[in-house]
């Protein structure tokens, strides 16, 4: 018993606080119900005022955003995802949407980068494009990842005005803002979250406008809200927007005051306008960067690099000849070799099934530690379900659910899409448990804010404990960059990899333009190979960075003389 305590200090903490915050509340009852009324009562005037409301919620998001990564520590990339973003976002930066073939690319094969038939990040484009508006608004990449946090958090309130009353609104707002997960995960990195947010938020306030409606904004709305899932999670996107397509068509058709002049006119028009003109951009781009107009760049990736399926029901494809050892050591990996086969068996499908849930679910209570405080009101859920809307809400979230078990690996970012949504359901009921009563008094009420001084209570201490956490391996990397380009040189870092090395932490990541960058990361290949590397960067003083433990710094020496003819 001792060790439970000992090993769930925060949980017990937290089912603590539960406990005695409500008796509490009970035990002065009379005192703190006024100074609640108090304090809802001013919240509801801020509520009212629905810009500055909208305002406030940016500037907060903004504020604590940029106060993290500049007071506490600059976020650097981590995952190999993240490098390849980034190298999207220089991209455009840039001003190009692809880059050529550099002539020694297979020096710099790297994950989630396609070299051939141009040199491009294999992802889609939205999350490149915020970053770089980072980038060149304000200098660095991160920038763009504040804005879409605050972008994303805004349309989460703008979506729940259509849902519930503007002080909800607000309070759902806020409280998606100050969600761990979103605001120190997907606002402090760069792989993601936030703009597939944005755009499942736009689908949904969208939706509950229109069947009250048909209004054009809400429908251009909608089709923007689509076009970014399409260009941000294609995949959990279209699984989103299937039933919300549904129950769309169906609201119309029940809907009597919508003649199909007017559906057709104010609705599907400019939805479909919307759609085409995405579509035509995707194509171009697709063009642009693999050739074929109806061919991602991740398809190009996976046909080149790819062994493991991506859905449930495909095979295993045949494993391609890999010029890089560091790739093949990745991929052809037993974990990930066998990763199929693991799963054609009913008990394993269903252990990988739990386990995809568990993340999701973890992500929404805050990094996979159970927590009681998220929990509350959703034992609020038998009472939504008899409201048609929350009933609604809830099955687009099951067929999401069933769309993502499908897929072989989940991350918790894969669902941004529908978080909309659960913030919905979240939102609801804490309203209904707010209307609980107990001879009279107002039993609820003080649950609610007990909830909301928890959140807050959650972030705080996620926040501190950020700012302790140890530093990982890529702030290594990032420290040596530093170092090179301090002496306003150029530069070439060699990378030689011994047998502790983890292909999970890839050094070898560079920029849009290769040659014109103050460092270029390379892999070694065979030594007939290094002779052609250093003559073509004869210009930079090379460096071979050796890494057998990633939890230690790299060796970094001189590149050994060779001789060249």
């Known amino acids: 018993m001792l060790n439970f305590f000992l090993g769930h200090k925060q949980l017990v903490a937290e089912a603590l606080l539960l406990t005695v915050l409500p008796l509490v509340g009970f035990l002065t009852y009379r005192w703190h119900d006024r100074w609640l009324k108090q304090a809802e009562r001013i919240f509801g005037r801020i509520a009212r005022r629905r810009g500055l409301s909208v305002c406030l919620l940016v500037l907060l998001v903004l504020g604590l955003s940029s106060m993290m990564s500049l007071l506490g520590r600059m976020p650097e990339p981590h995952t190999h995802d993240e490098f390849s973003y980034l190298l999207g976002a220089d991209t455009f930066a840039h001003g190009r949407l692809t880059n050529p073939t550099h002539l020694l690319w297979q020096h710099f094969e790297s994950f989630h980068v396609i070299q051939k038939p141009t040199y491009a990040s294999k992802f889609p484009p939205a999350q490149g494009l915020m970053l770089a508006a980072g980038q060149v608004l304000g200098g660095h990449a991160i920038v763009g ?58 689908v949904v306030g969208a939706l509950r406008r229109i069947a009250r409606q048909a209004r054009v904004i809400d429908a251009l709305l909608m089709g923007l809200g689509l076009a970014i899932l399409a ?80 859905f449930l029901w495909q095979l295993n494809t045949p494993a391609p000849n890999y010029d890089n050892k560091v790739l093949k050591q990745f991929y052809a990996a037993d974990w990930l070799s066998d990763l199929y086969e693991r799963k054609s068996s009913l008990a394993h499908l269903a252990k990988e099934s739990l386990d995809k849930l568990n993340v999701l679910w973890g992500f929404y209570q805050v990094d996979s530690r159970r927590r009681l405080t998220l929990f509350i009101p959703l034992l609020m859920l038998p009472w939504l379900l008899r409201r048609r809307w929350p009933s609604i809400a809830l099955l687009i979230c099951g067929v999401f659910m069933v769309g993502i078990l499908i897929e072989m690996w989940v991350q918790a970012h894969y669902g941004a899409p529908i978080l909309a949504l659960v913030v919905v359901l979240n939102v609801q009921a804490i309203r209904y448990l707010r209307l609980w009563r107990c001879h009279g008094w107002r039993i609820g009420r003080s649950l609610v804010w007990t909830v909301v001084m928890l959140t807050l209570l959650i972030f705080t201490v996620n926040l501190v404990n950020r700012w302790r956490d140890q530093i990982p391996w890529s702030a290594r990397r990032a420290q040596v960059l530093r170092l090179l380009t301090a002496d306003g040189e150029k530069h070439l870092v060699v990378m030689r990899y011994g047998p502790q090395h983890s292909p999970l932490y890839e050094w070898v990541y560079n920029g849009a333009d290769i040659d014109g960058a103050a460092v270029v990361w390379a892999h070694e290949l065979e030594p007939r190979w290094a002779c052609r590397l250093l003559g073509y960067f004869n210009d930079r003083r090379a460096w071979l960075a050796y890494v057998d433990h990633d939890g230690v710094p790299p060796e970094l020496v001189p590149y050994p003389e060779t001789s060249c003819p």
Do not use: D
């Open 231 to 310: 260009n941000s999670r294609p995949y959990e996107g279209l699984v989103m927007s299937l039933p919300v397509a549904l129950v769309l068509l169906y609201e119309l058709a029940r809907n009597k005051r919508y003649s199909m002049k007017v559906a057709c006119g104010r609705l599907v028009l400019p939805i479909s306008a919307t759609l085409v003109l995405s579509a035509l951009a995707m194509g171009y781009y697709n063009w642009r960067v693999t050739g074929n107009p109806l061919r991602l760049p991740y398809q190009r990736y996976m046909a080149t690099y790819g062994l493991t399926p991506i």
């Open 145 to 202: 990842v504040w804005i879409s946090t605050a972008l994303a958090c805004a349309a989460i309130y703008w979506m729940l005005l259509a849902w519930v009353p503007p002080g909800w609104a607000l309070l759902g707002g806020l409280l998606t803002a100050l969600h761990p997960g979103v605001l120190l995960t997907w606002g402090q990195s760069y792989w993601g979250g936030a703009v597939a947010m944005l755009g499942g938020a736009l």
